[in-house]
């Protein structure tokens, strides 16, 4: 595995390097076309826009994943299953700290992780996911994501991404001021310039060259990466829960859903499990594709021998006729047999892996003998609710006024006297403020009191 | 009188660089030793934390089932075995005897329907089942760790700088009855 993770980093430098290389030089040609001898403007240039658009993508990428009104991060006490899966998962890959895990309210099954640095990894999945897959497919999926931070796929595709960006947008610009005005100006200079005109040509063919070819070339060797790194996550994955089926299973799954995310764009894409653009498995295959055929990874985490590198190695090899790992990786790779399936089955129901966004939206949530739960909206007025299934009147849980010899209200609320309110059981629990606002009891809440952030009294928690 | 000059420059430049190489293989020797020990430590945690649930677990399922006596003891047993295990191979000795304990206690505790819908039961469960994975795992992780290891201090040239300054081979921590854990073939 450490041998892996060099590899790749050699892999890494020299992608990066080439398409450093190409965004100077089409800085560098770019400022010889407006004005010769300002090449090095043109350099400046290409690294302003490289570096601007270093800082808005990392700004942007997070914003736009992880700081929506429909994502939350989860903590153990939310959904401990899925909490302990990531744990195993951690101590599989040898990560050296535990990611923060991210859910995110979307229908459609997928999962992605972020950060730049190991203190604040995070790894996203949707509630879609989570309900839907069982614990080996939840498995593989965690375990493909902490092999793509292991081997630091997140930053340094993010890294290529922006490179690519910039060199597309300086190529972009270059072109359309070429076709706009810019011959006219390079005409007069010609005419004015004698001796160094032929060098000056030979410039101009070749920047030409560099400025159709170089976009192109960079994609095609972006995406090409992109690829390339997606069936690493899913050896070291299948390295990682020594199930390979899990995994596959898992993207059979995903892949089968037909809703689309709807929070993914073309620039977050990549970051994703399967490519959350395209429901049912229908990603073109192409030069351009930022993930493998999907049915691909599946064949051959199910050709798979062993678990090892090695296994997923051949098996690679038979479907897609090509090397994926060096020798010196496959050397110091362990043989690992497959393990028995755990045969459980999903690990929480819709209802429980979406609670904690009902949480954060403040519902409360009433529980009837029938075992209907419903959830009651902040601002319901009444103190009782009807169950839709039974039919039966419920009360809200709502903390009560202590009695008091003189019942008057008080003037100051933080020293009124403390409101009460006996917890029902040792679960999420939530109950209702005199205000109005509601409050949630987490399994580990063991104080006495808790006050209410709106009105800010007191509430005497007993059970 | 060149020649004569270059000699001494030329034997400075081997030494430096032959002593920028030693620092190199050993840093690596010792980050990853570091790394090994880190791998046990994890193991360690995930051990420790399964002989504290296991007090709790026995006590709820004795609530349930009264009878199973037999059970309870061979489980508090390994349990003690284990924690007084000293070497490497003991331990997992130790620990192979309990993972098989813990078993059929949770195999008793599946013919009383009153004691599977126990919340407390479900938890500890849940908690023992994901405590034995983190166990597997970090075991695993140990293992690959340990292998690199042994392969990187047994290579040449880095062996002899491993032989100066006394770096010795691991041990794996090993599972008896591998052939148990291994899935059926499935064809597809």
Not at chain 1, 4 to 22: H, P
Not at chain 1, 52 to 70: D, F, I, K, R, S
Not at chain 1, 186 to 192: G, H, K, L, M, Y
Request: aromatic share 8%; hydrophobic share 45%; glycine share 8%.
């Amino acid at each position: 595995m450490w041998e892996q993770i060099r590899a790749n980093r050699r892999r890494a430098v020299v992608l990066i390097t080439l398409m450093g290389a190409v965004l100077l030089v089409i800085g560098y040609v770019a400022g010889e076309f407006f004005a010769p001898g300002a090449g090095v403007i043109g350099l400046g240039c290409a690294l302003v826009i490289f570096f601007v658009q270093l800082a808005v993508y990392y700004g942007a990428a997070e914003t736009m994943l992880l700081h929506g009104a429909n994502v939350v991060e989860l903590k153990r006490e939310d959904s401990p299953r899925l909490f302990n899966i990531v744990e195993e998962m951690k101590l599989a890959s040898g990560l050296e700290f535990m990611p923060k895990i991210y859910l995110v309210d979307d229908p459609a099954p997928n999962a992605f992780s972020m950060g730049r640095k190991p203190e604040d990894y995070v790894v996203a999945v949707t509630s879609g996911l989570v309900h839907r897959l069982n614990r080996d497919e939840l498995e593989g999926v965690i375990a493909h994501e902490m092999a793509h931070l292991k081997n630091h796929d997140v930053q340094f595709m993010t890294l290529a991404a922006v490179m690519l960006g910039s060199i597309v947008i300086l190529a972009a610009i270059v072109r359309q001021w070429l076709w706009f005005g810019g011959g006219r100006r390079r005409s007069r200079s010609e005419s004015r310039g004698g001796g160094g005109g032929q060098a000056q040509l030979i410039i101009l063919a070749v920047g030409l060259i560099f400025l159709i070819l170089g976009p192109l070339m960079a994609q095609i060797l972006y995406f090409a990466c992109s690829r390339k790194r997606e069936f690493l996550a899913d050896a070291c994955g299948a390295q990682f829960t020594r199930y390979p089926e899990g995994l596959a299973s898992a993207l059979q799954k995903i892949s089968a859903a037909s809703a689309t995310t709807s929070f993914a764009s073309q620039a977050t894409a990549p970051l994703f499990i399967v490519n959350p653009l395209y429901a049912g498995g229908g990603e073109p295959d192409s030069v351009f594709s930022s993930h493998p055929s999907t049915a691909e990874r599946i064949r051959i985490l199910r050709g798979m021998v062993g678990s090892s590198l090695t296994d997923y190695e051949a098996a690679y090899d038979k479907a897609a006729k090509n090397t994926l790992f060096s020798r010196e990786t496959l050397g110091t790779s362990q043989s690992g047999a497959i393990r028995a399936p755990s045969n459980e089955g999903p690990i929480e129901t819709r209802q429980d892996t979406r609670a904690p966004f009902y949480r954060t939206r403040g519902y409360l949530k009433v529980k009837c003998d029938c075992g209907m739960e419903i959830s009651v909206p902040e601002g319901y007025e009444g103190d009782e609710i009807t169950c839709i299934r039974c039919g039966s009147v419920l009360p809200l849980p709502t903390a009560s006024e202590t009695p008091t010899v003189a019942g008057l209200p008080p003037v100051i609320p933080s020293l009124a006297p403390p409101l009460q309110y006996r917890r029902a059981g040792t679960g999420w629990e939530s109950l209702r403020c005199a205000c109005g606002r509601t409050i949630q009891l987490s399994p580990s809440f063991a104080a006495s009191h808790i006050q209410c952030e709106s009105c800010g009294r007191n509430i005497e928690i007993t059970s | 009188m060149t020649t004569i000059a270059l000699v001494p420059i030329l034997l400075i430049g081997v030494i430096v660089v032959l002593a920028l190489w030693l620092v190199g293989v050993y840093n690596g020797l010792i980050r990853l030793r570091n790394q090994l020990e880190n791998a046990w430590a994890q193991i360690d945690v995930q051990l420790k934390r399964r002989y504290d649930l296991i007090p709790n677990l026995v006590e709820t399922v004795k609530g349930y089932a009264k009878h199973e006596s037999g059970t309870f003891e061979r489980v508090t047993q390994a349990r003690n075995m284990a924690m007084s295990a000293k070497t490497v191979g003991e331990r997992a000795e130790a620990e192979n005897v309990l993972t098989g304990a813990l078993k059929s206690l949770f195999a008793v505790a599946e013919a009383y329907p009153d004691l599977k819908a126990n919340q407390n039961f479900l938890r500890l469960q849940e908690e023992l089942t994901s405590t034995e994975n983190k166990i597997a795992f970090s075991r695993q992780f140990y293992n690959d760790t340990v292998m690199t290891f042994n392969t990187r201090i047994e290579v040449f040239p880095v062996n002899l700088v491993a032989g100066m300054f006394n770096f010795l081979r691991r041990e794996f921590f090993e599972v008896k009855g591998e052939a148990e854990r291994q899935a059926p073939q499935v064809k597809f």
